[in-house]
């Protein structure tokens, strides 16, 4: 009999739950176990005696996603423990807030996750602490699902490498890219662009005007003002957050003229009541309730899951997808690409076997084709998406084969924590507060050095 992959989930979950209340459930007393017989001679007692019964071996696989997202890692669980009958596999889930200071919890007491999901803004702090093996000598060994790294877009097989070597097999990929709400254009007679044209800064004001209605009330567009979305704006300007050579100073990068320039255009799209001000989609439910309701016409996203999880609501609406804006039309677009990736903690039991799980939950993922969340970074897959039913995912898919790719800044920058914290100041001063933006990039840029120096020291 053939299953669906949702139709697979649904009775993998119905199994797993039962397991689940049968394991929590009282149980009575075993009974007394009948008084043995003597037995007639050693031999007749070395015949009577049973097998050991064989010990079972126990794996965790931690993450933050839960569905739709975290379907296809349920996929890649499950098949891994049916080619791997004598292996249990807890698949642990953490919310996103808390999950990063559980990682480190756990691998402080000498209790670390097999395999954990990893998104690229922490890659290189985790790595520094210990929370990443090189997976190549082990996948070299393997002929698994996920392992052959052959089958990934090599742009995002390099995103996941530092210096040569391999800390996760990419999972999904994510860089910055719109979603345009179809309907509600069509409903306007605002011309809808095309997944892989180039617009510019003009043609998206010019589309955030038309489609902004204050009395509904509906914003013509939303763009996600922090540093985890926005690199592809600043790379094409000229600009990033920290030098290029050791990405520890921000005096001279974060605060460059490129910088100011796109903080001034975000002001102006707030200005003109356009874009809402940070919080200013909170009555809605946030980014996500607001495209979902349809109070925002054109959707800032990293990976374009929301259209997943729009779908998951039962949202009527129909979606496509729009490159990120460009200055003007002699620009060309540079683009930064960021991924999930599974990887491997050092001080695992198993190194071989964990790397086998982490390369199934990759490749349980990354094959999703029933609704997938985030963009498969498998050549095969992700070429079926952007062309074929989810050809919203193609402005991702064409920044992972572009000319001009860069790795996100937050997967080489140590202290990304303390960057988030500086830019979302330096944003909300501007739009919230009025300041003028390069002196609100220059207070962060100073800011940042010093805590970066205070933290080191």
């Given amino acids: 009999m053939n299953l669906s992959r949702r139709t697979f989930l649904k009775w993998s979950s119905v199994t797993l739950t039962g397991a689940a209340l049968a394991a929590c459930a009282p149980q009575q007393p075993p009974a007394a176990p009948p008084a043995p017989e003597a037995p007639s001679s050693g031999a007749a007692a070395s015949e009577g005696e049973a097998a050991p019964a064989q010990e079972r071996i126990a794996m ?3 993450t933050w996603t839960t569905g739709p997202e975290n379907n296809g890692e349920q996929i890649g669980v499950a098949e891994f423990m049916k080619n791997n009958p004598d292996i249990d596999v807890e698949l642990r889930q953490t919310p996103f807030a808390d999950y990063w200071k559980a990682l480190l919890t756990d691998a402080g007491i000498g209790q670390p996750p097999d395999a954990y999901l990893m998104n690229n803004f922490y890659w290189q702090q985790y790595i520094n602490e210990g929370m990443g093996v090189d997976l190549l000598p082990s996948a070299a060994l393997l002929d698994t699902p996920g ?36 309907t509600l254009f069509d409903e306007e007679g605002v011309p809808v662009p095309d997944p892989g044209m180039d617009w510019t800064y003009a043609d ?42 050791e990405h520890r100073i921000a005096q001279g ?10 903080v001034t255009w975000m002001k102006k799209l707030t200005d003109n009541g356009w874009m809402p001000a940070p919080g200013g989609l909170d009555a809605f439910g946030g980014g996500n309730g607001a495209m979902i309701g349809g109070n925002v016409a054109i959707t800032h996203s990293d990976g374009m899951h929301q259209i997943a999880f729009a779908r998951a609501e039962g949202s009527e609406y129909e979606w496509t ?22 990887m491997v903690p050092q ?9 086998e799980l982490a390369g199934y939950c990759a490749w349980g993922a990354a094959t999703e084709m029933d609704g997938p969340t985030k963009m498969s970074p498998m050549t095969e897959y992700a070429e079926k998406q952007a062309f074929g039913d989810y050809a919203y995912f193609r402005p991702l898919y064409e920044q992972a084969i572009a000319n001009y790719v860069e790795v996100h800044e937050g997967a080489v920058i140590t202290h990304m924590d303390i960057l988030v914290e500086e830019w979302g100041d330096m944003m909300e001063r501007v739009l919230l507060e009025g300041m003028d933006p390069q002196q609100s990039l220059d207070t962060a840029a100073e800011n940042y050095d010093k805590r970066v120096a205070e933290k080191e020291a």
């Fill in 347 to 355: 001080g695992v039991k198993d190194v071989t076997k964990a790397v």
């Fill in 147 to 182: 392992t052959n790294t052959d089958e990934y877009i090599p742009s995002v097989l390099e995103a996941a490498k530092r210096e040569g070597k391999l800390y996760g097999f990419p999972k999904a990929v994510n860089g910055s890219a719109f979603i345009i709400n179809k």
């Fill in 253 to 262: 990068y974060l605060n460059s003229e490129e910088n100011a320039f796109w």
């Fill in 60 to 62: 965790v696989y931690h």
């Fill in 204 to 245: 998206f004001e010019a589309a955030s005007a038309a489609m902004t209605n204050a009395d509904i009330p509906r914003f013509g567009c939303s763009i996600d003002p922090g540093p985890a979305w926005t690199p592809t704006f600043l790379l094409t300007l000229g600009g990033r957050y920290l030098d290029p050579e």
């Fill in 321 to 342: 997808g729009a490159k990120t804006p460009i200055p003007t039309a002699e620009t060309e677009l540079k683009t930064h690409l960021a991924i999930h990736g599974t």
